[in-house]
């Protein structure tokens, strides 16, 4: 149970986690701030945030915890202004969906607030963005990846475990660099096929077949797709921070795509089942059933 | 309406298609054909169908309409089977993912049936296979489409199209040719890419991971790989009739890929997010809303 909250980028993830923490009873007063005054307006209406501010000093004072919910690529920027208003025992922490960048801002621009800057990655799904789509199970039966240092205060880490587990989350822990790598093979990689995708989709669709393109988007197309729609400017923010990473998985990725394009080329019928079957196999292996 | 139905193939799409024609009360009695006893069986404990058959000569007999549902691959030796059976009333259809294949053959194999072969292709759903995936409701508001050819008989059309109405779904037409490059665009291009990154990622899951990569699956991950599941003999035979129309879709999205990889290697965080919100609003545009 924490007094005060201040949030910057009231976003899907930011408001989610309000939302969540106010239905827990677990605490009293949530301070917003963010780029847009329209965007923490509707916050406020929506009952997300208690305030709305554009002052970091006041907004900032006797706060228990500041979580960081804005676009990665906007890290240095706001630690660079939170830094002057970081009370003594006031808890950091992030929602990034990369953790060496953010751990390396953090250890440079906040050096005496370090080790209470406790990194996190909520597993989370976000095709929708703004404080209109928050939703205070968004959080429920989802992981939680905290990517502490060994600098990082055991206390700092509870108390956000203790937050995230009362928005019905699960916590992992690992390091920073593992984190990133796994990331860019089951989350960045997949959004930059869906992605590349749609662009194909987009550069062969003329008025004559958007029509008929349109009545071939079965269910498959819809699931497959779904992630091409999440934020371009988040995604922006994650490819320039793990980039090197995303690049292997890229080429691999592409290595693998050969593969099975000339499997297709020779007519291979076995081969191409077989590759077929390990998908299916790998799948339901992973997945366990959770269609 | 019609009396006898015969189906070869109870899996999801024919034994749907039975579900869904028996609760319209458009047909009498239905018998189902197939290579596995076991699933024929279950069939009819399920109330697919009426009768199991391995004798096309009384099955066949008297039928209004011959549904070929079996996979694609098999389309050719069926229709050698049924070809001695086939009345001069009786209308053929199938429900392939490939048609210019199924066109040729028909026209081959059965030239004087030919003018009530009514080429079909549900657009519906389908990771899950067996009659035990059947649902009544699986071709509601989905589209079918058609591709008759200058020969095909109108009233053939006409009573084929009534049936799938009776389904729920809607009717298009266009011709083969259309139709395949359409769907290698739209659905065999995406199942390529999940089943492609499925087995990247069962190459790169070993012991020590599978546990974290599984506890990164998340709703992206989940939706995305759906199609992954598909069945493999399915699209082993989708991938071999329609070879040059889908190894053109593959290469030119090999070319999209690496073209937005060269961004990602450049840097260019402006470049990324214009594509990556070109994908966004082509996304947007095409489902219009339906997420």
Chains 1, 2 share one sequence.
Request: charged share 20%.
């Amino acid at each position: 149970m924490i007094n005060k909250l201040a949030i910057i980028g009231i976003g899907l993830i930011g408001g989610s986690f309000a939302l969540a923490l106010r239905r827990a009873g677990m605490v009293k007063h949530i301070t917003g701030l963010g780029r847009s005054k329209k965007n923490l307006q509707q916050a406020q209406e929506l009952g997300i945030i208690d305030e709305a501010s554009a002052d970091y000093e006041t907004a900032l004072e006797k706060t228990d915890l500041i979580l960081l919910a804005m676009p990665v690529g906007q890290t240095t920027e706001i630690l660079k202004k939170i830094k002057p208003f970081i009370g003594p025992k006031t808890i950091i922490s992030d929602v990034g969906s990369t953790k060496q960048d953010v751990v390396t801002s953090a250890r440079l621009l906040i050096p005496e607030s370090f080790k209470n800057f406790v990194p996190a990655h909520p597993i989370a799904g976000a095709e929708l963005s703004g404080a209109n789509a928050a939703n205070a199970d968004l959080f429920v039966d989802k992981n939680i990846v905290l990517t502490p240092s060994d600098e990082t205060n055991i206390n700092s880490i509870e108390i956000l475990s203790k937050l995230w587990q009362g928005c019905g989350a699960h916590i992992l822990s690992m390091k920073p660099y593992q984190h990133d790598e796994l990331l860019a093979m089951t989350s960045h990689l997949p959004h930059m096929l869906a992605f590349t995708f749609m662009n194909y989709i987009f550069s062969n669709s003329t008025k004559k077949n958007t029509e008929s393109l349109l009545n071939f988007s079965g269910g498959g197309f819809r699931d497959f797709t779904r992630i091409a729609e999440s934020s371009p400017e988040m995604w922006r923010d994650i490819c320039l921070a793990n980039r090197h990473l995303l690049l292997q998985q890229i080429r691999a990725y592409q290595n693998e795509l050969a593969h099975m394009n000339e499997l297709i080329e020779d007519g291979d019928g076995s081969a191409l089942e077989k590759f077929f079957l390990k998908s299916q196999i790998t799948r339901k292996r992973l997945l366990n059933n959770k269609n």
